[in-house]
Nanobody, 117 residues
Framework: QVQLVESGGGLAQPGDSLTLSCVAS????????VGWYRQAPGKQRELVAR???????DYVDSVKGRFTISRDNAKNAVYLQMNSLKPEDTAVYYC???????????WGQGTQVTVTS
C-alpha cells in the first residue's frame, strides 16, 4: 500500500501561481512513475505531468511552459509548480504513484484548484 497526501490547491486568479505538493509513504526516487493528473467537471481524468524513472518528464501540451513537475527524494515528495494559471486549469488535481510499470497505480485524494476572476 502507498499513501499519498496532497496539498496546495485553492482559489487563484488568472495569471497567478500555485504549487501542489504530494508526499508519499514510499520512496519516490525508485518509483517507475510519479505524477499529477487532473479532472475537470464533466471531463475525463487526464495526465498533467509525470516523472518517469530515470528523470524524464512528460507534460500535457496545454501546460507546457507554464507548469513544472519536480521531486524531493529526501522527502518522498512530488511538486507541481503552476504558473500563469488559466480558468481552464480548474480541476481536481490528483497525485499518482506507480512503483513498477506492471503494478497498480496509487492515487491521492485530490486537491481542488479553481482559477477564476
Amino acid at each position: 500500500q502507498v499513501q499519498l497526501v496532497e496539498s496546495g490547491g485553492g482559489l487563484a486568479q488568472p495569471g497567478d501561481s500555485l504549487t501542489l505538493s504530494c508526499v508519499a509513504s514510499r520512496n519516490t526516487n525508485s518509483a517507475y512513475s510519479v505524477g499529477w493528473y487532473r479532472q475537470a467537471p464533466g471531463k475525463q481524468r487526464e495526465l498533467v505531468a509525470r516523472i518517469i524513472r530515470g528523470g524524464d518528464t512528460d507534460y500535457v501540451d496545454s501546460v507546457k511552459g507554464r507548469f513544472t513537475i519536480s521531486r524531493d527524494n529526501a522527502k518522498n515528495a512530488v511538486y507541481l509548480q503552476m504558473n500563469s494559471l488559466k480558468p481552464e486549469d480548474t480541476a481536481v488535481y490528483y497525485c499518482r504513484f506507480q512503483r513498477e510499470w506492471f503494478e497498480r497505480a496509487y492515487w491521492g485524494q485530490g486537491t481542488q484548484v479553481t482559477v477564476t476572476s
